[in-house]
């Protein structure tokens, strides 16, 4: 896995891991839904909250769209939009998006995505997962 900022290199350390470097990647304001900044260079977190960051990333990024990013990456929550499928389904449907969206990453080993609701057209859920670091979540 890469950062969003491939010009800025880290170097790898062994981590809790096992056979898996230590995790590095930018810090991310969730409240505004950017990287977070210090001294014109991005913040750079390590373990469990640099895979909260691509978590949060990959939940929020649509998958196939941009080229910058493999079609491994990225969640196809957009795909729900417009489909006459009763709500139920579509809540369903959309935690097993993002379930499959962060089970791509070697660093999570179990997601899970609950409380998915809509409000109007808006779709809010919880997502927790379980990395090599430990258990995070995140609210979208």
Not at 57 to 84: D, I, K
Request: a negative charge; aromatic letters at 14%; hydrophobic letters at 45%.
């Amino acid at each position: 896995m890469s950062g969003i900022f491939p010009m800025f290199q880290v170097p790898a350390q062994a981590g809790a891991a096992g056979s898996l470097p230590l995790y590095w990647d930018v810090d991310i304001d969730y409240g505004a839904g950017r990287p977070r900044w210090s001294g014109g260079n991005p913040v750079i977190v390590c373990g469990l909250e640099a895979v909260k960051s691509w978590a949060w990333r990959a939940v929020m990024t649509a998958r196939y769209r941009f080229a910058a990013f493999s079609w491994a990456f990225g969640c196809e929550l957009e795909a729900l939009v417009g489909q006459p499928y009763r709500a139920g389904t579509k809540l369903s449907e959309a935690a097993r998006y993002v379930e499959e969206a962060l089970t791509v990453s070697p660093y999570i080993l179990e997601a899970r995505a609950s409380g998915a609701r809509f409000d109007g057209s808006t779709l809010h859920l919880s997502v927790r997962f379980q990395s090599v670091y430990g258990e995070e979540g995140f609210d979208v």
